[in-house]
C-alpha cells in the first residue's frame, strides 16, 4: 500500500487593518502625481510632529511599514511607480504625498533640517573634513590626538593651528567613536536632522537625491543669465518683442539723427543744431582772418632810483616870506575894525585875526611842507619869529588907540 504525499499550501493571514492600510496607500498613489520617499532612520518623534506642521498644506506624510508600501505599489498601474521600491534599502520609509513640484518639496526638506553633532556608529551622510584654521587649544595632548587623526597641527601665538584641510570621514563610511569625541571638541556637526530624501516620482521618472539637492542660486543666477543673453539677442538682430520695444525705437531715434547730421540735411529739429554749428564756423573763420596782435612782451619794471633829498631853502627867503604874509594879515584886520564902527568899543587889548585867512595861511603851509620838510630847529626859529611879530603888532595897536 503506497502512501500518497498531499501538499497543502496554506495561506497567508493578512489583518483587515492591513487590507486597509494597503488600500489607503493605492489610492493615495493614484491621486498624488509627486511621490517622494524619505528616510526617518535616527529621526526623533518631535521633529516629525514639526514638519507635519510645516508641509500640511502642501503634502501629506504617511509612516508606514516597508512591506505593506511595496504591496501597495504592485497594486498600481502607474508607468515607472514600481521602480521607487528599488531605493528602499537601508531606509526607515515615509511617504509624501503631494501635487507640487518635487523640486519645490525637495528645497522645503533641505531648508527645514538642523544640524547636530555626530554620533558613534552613525553614516557620514557626506564628507566630513575639519578646516584649517586656528583652534581655541592651548599646546598639549591635543596635538598628539589631531595627528592620530592625519590632522597636521602646530602652535602658534600659544595656540594650536591646523594647517590644511582634512577629510577624518568619508561619505557613507561609519563614525567612531574617536572621531565623533573631537568633533565635538571642534564644534563641527556634520549630521542634519530633518526628512532625508531618498527619491521621489515625478510624470513617469524616478529623481535620485543627487538631482533634487542642488544649490538654487545657482540654478537661479543661470536662469538670469541666460535671459541676459536672449534679451541681448534680440535687440542685436532687431527683433522686436514687448520688452524690448522701448530700447529699440530709442535706438532707431538716435540712428536716424546721426544720419541726417552726417547728411547735412535740415529738418525742423536738425536746423537749431545746424545753426549753432554755422555760427561757430563764421566765428572761427573771422578769427583767422583777422591779423595777428603781436604778442606784448613783459615790460622790465623800472629800478628804482634813490631818491634825492630836497635842498633846503635859505633862511632869509622863507624869513621874507612870513614877515610879507603877516604884513598883509595886519591890513586885513585892521581893515574889518573900520568895517565894524572903528569907535573903539571893543577890547583894546584883544588881537583881532581873520579866522579865514588862519586857515588859509596854516593851509599854504602845509604845502610848503610838503614841498620841504623843515628841520627841528628851523621850527624853533620860526616860533621865535612869530612870538616877537605878535608882541610887536600888539605894541603898534596899543599906540594906535591911545
Known amino acids: ?42 529621526l526623533p518623534s518631535p521633529q516629525l510632529q514639526i514638519m507635519r506642521k510645516k508641509i500640511v498644506d502642501y503634502a501629506i506624510i504617511k509612516v508606514t511599514k516597508k512591506r505593506l508600501i511595496q504591496k501597495a505599489l504592485e497594486g498600481v498601474d502607474k508607468k515607472g511607480l514600481q521602480d521607487l521600491s528599488n531605493s528602499f534599502g537601508g531606509v526607515m520609509p515615509a511617504i509624501i504625498f503631494s501635487k507640487e513640484n518635487a ?44 595627528g592620530s587623526l592625519g590632522i597636521k597641527a602646530s602652535v602658534e601665538q600659544g595656540k594650536i593651528t591646523i594647517k590644511q584641510d582634512t577629510i577624518v570621514v568619508k561619505e557613507g563610511e561609519e563614525i567612531n567613536a574617536k572621531v565623533a569625541d573631537l568633533l565635538v571638541k571642534l564644534d563641527i556637526r556634520p549630521m542634519e536632522i530633518g526628512l532625508n530624501l531618498v527619491a521621489a516620482y515625478e510624470d513617469g521618472v524616478i529623481l ?28 542685436g538682430i532687431g527683433y522686436v518683442t514687448k520688452d524690448n520695444i522701448g530700447i529699440l525705437l530709442n535706438k532707431a531715434e538716435r540712428e536716424v539723427k546721426a544720419l541726417v547730421d552726417a ?26 582772418a583777422s591779423p595777428k596782435e603781436p604778442k606784448e612782451e613783459p615790460k622790465e619794471e623800472p629800478k628804482e632810483e634813490p631818491k634825492e633829498k630836497p635842498k633846503e631853502k635859505p633862511k632869509e627867503e622863507s624869513s621874507k616870506r612870513e614877515e610879507k604874509k603877516e604884513e598883509d594879515l595886519k591890513e586885513e584886520s585892521s581893515s574889518e575894525n573900520k ?55 600888539s605894541e603898534k595897536k596899543k599906540r594906535k588907540y591911545t
Open 339 to 393: 568895517e565894524e564902527g572903528g569907535d573903539g568899543s571893543k577890547d583894546m587889548n584883544t588881537v583881532i585875526i581873520d579866522e579865514p585867512l588862519l586857515e588859509k595861511d596854516v593851509h599854504e603851509k602845509k604845502e610848503e611842507k610838503k614841498e620841504k620838510v623843515p628841520t627841528a630847529e628851523e621850527l624853533a626859529e620860526r616860533k621865535k619869529e612869530k612870538e616877537k611879530l605878535l608882541e610887536k603888532d
Open 208 to 235: 535620485t537625491k543627487d538631482v533634487l539637492d542642488f544649490d538654487e542660486s545657482l540654478y537661479v543666477n543661470e536662469i538670469k543669465r541666460i535671459a541676459s543673453d536672449a534679451f541681448k539677442l534680440t535687440i
Open 1 to 42: 500500500m503506497s502512501k500518497e504525499t498531499v501538499i497543502v499550501e496554506k495561506e497567508i493571514h493578512i489583518s483587515e487593518e492591513k487590507k486597509q492600510e494597503v488600500a489607503k496607500l493605492k489610492e493615495l498613489f493614484s491621486q498624488y502625481d509627486t511621490v517622494i520617499l524619505v528616510n526617518l532612520l535616527g
Open 263 to 288: 547728411s547735412g540735411l535740415i529738418t525742423g529739429d536738425s536746423v537749431k543744431k545746424m545753426i549753432g554749428k554755422a555760427e561757430n564756423s563764421a566765428e572761427n573763420l573771422l578769427k583767422k
Open 103 to 146: 523640486f519645490k518639496l525637495a528645497s522645503l526638506l533641505r531648508k527645514n533640517k538642523s544640524k547636530v553633532a555626530a554620533r558613534p556608529g552613525q553614516i557620514a551622510p557626506m564628507d566630513i573634513k575639519v578646516n584649517a584654521g586656528p583652534t581655541p587649544f592651548a599646546p598639549g595632548p591635543m596635538i598628539g590626538e589631531l
